[in-house]
C-alpha cells in the first residue's frame, strides 16, 4: 500500500501545480486538461475534433462548446478546417499554449527526466509498465 499512497501524493501535488499554472494564466482546471488531450493527441499522430475532445473530458456538446470558445478567444488553440472533409473542424494548439506551457512545466519536465535517467534500462522499463497499469486500471474504472 506504501506505493499506492505515494503515488497518490504525487498525483495530489501534479493537480495543485496544474490548478496553480491555471490559476496564474487566467484558466480553468479543464481548460488545462483540454490542452493536456490536445496536445497528447498531436504527439501519437491523432487529429482531434471537438467531438473526440468533448469525449475525452466527459464534457457534453455544449460545454465542449464553450470551452472551445474561451481556449480559442485566449488565442491557446484554432480551428482548422479538415483538408479532406471541408465539413469536419479539427482543433489545433497554438504554438503560445506550447510556450505557456513550458515556461511553467518545463522545470518540473527537466528534473523528471533527470531523475528518470538515474535508472537503469530495465528499471526504467518497471516504471513504464506499472505507470501504464495504473493508467490502464483507472480508464476501466
Same mark, same amino acid.
Given at each position: 500500500m +506504501?506505493l499506492?499512497?505515494? !503515488?497518490?501524493e504525487?498525483?495530489l501535488?501534479? +493537480?495543485?501545480?496544474?490548478? &496553480?499554472?491555471a $490559476?496564474?494564466?487566467?484558466?480553468?482546471?479543464t481548460? !488545462?486538461? #483540454? *490542452?493536456? %488531450? *490536445?496536445?497528447?493527441?498531436?504527439?501519437?499522430?491523432?487529429? %482531434?475534433? /471537438?467531438?473526440?475532445l468533448?469525449?475525452?473530458?466527459? !464534457?457534453?456538446s455544449? $460545454?465542449?462548446?464553450a470551452l472551445?470558445?474561451? *481556449?480559442?478567444r485566449?488565442?491557446?488553440i484554432?480551428?482548422v478546417?479538415d483538408?479532406?472533409?471541408?465539413?469536419r @473542424?479539427l482543433l489545433e @494548439? +497554438?504554438e503560445?499554449? @506550447?510556450?505557456?506551457?513550458r %515556461?511553467?512545466f $518545463? /522545470?518540473?519536465?527537466?528534473?523528471?527526466?533527470a531523475l528518470? #535517467?538515474?535508472? =537503469?534500462? $530495465? =528499471?526504467?522499463?518497471?516504471?513504464?509498465?506499472f505507470l %501504464?497499469?495504473v &493508467?490502464d486500471a @483507472?480508464g476501466e474504472g
Open positions: +506504501d499506492v499512497h505515494l !503515488l497518490r504525487v498525483t501535488r501534479l +493537480d495543485l501545480a496544474g490548478a &496553480r499554472f $490559476g496564474d494564466n487566467g484558466l480553468h482546471p481548460d !488545462l486538461r #483540454a *490542452l493536456i %488531450s *490536445l496536445l497528447d493527441a498531436a504527439r501519437n499522430g491523432a487529429e %482531434s475534433t /471537438p467531438g473526440r468533448g469525449e475525452r473530458l466527459g !464534457l457534453n455544449a $460545454g465542449t462548446t472551445i470558445d474561451r *481556449l480559442e485566449l488565442g491557446l484554432r480551428r478546417r483538408t479532406r472533409d471541408r465539413r @473542424v @494548439v +497554438d503560445r499554449a @506550447v510556450t505557456l506551457g %515556461s511553467f $518545463g /522545470p518540473l519536465i527537466d528534473r523528471t527526466i528518470l #535517467a538515474t535508472f =537503469e534500462a $530495465g =528499471e526504467q522499463a518497471a516504471i513504464r509498465r %501504464s497499469g &493508467r @483507472v
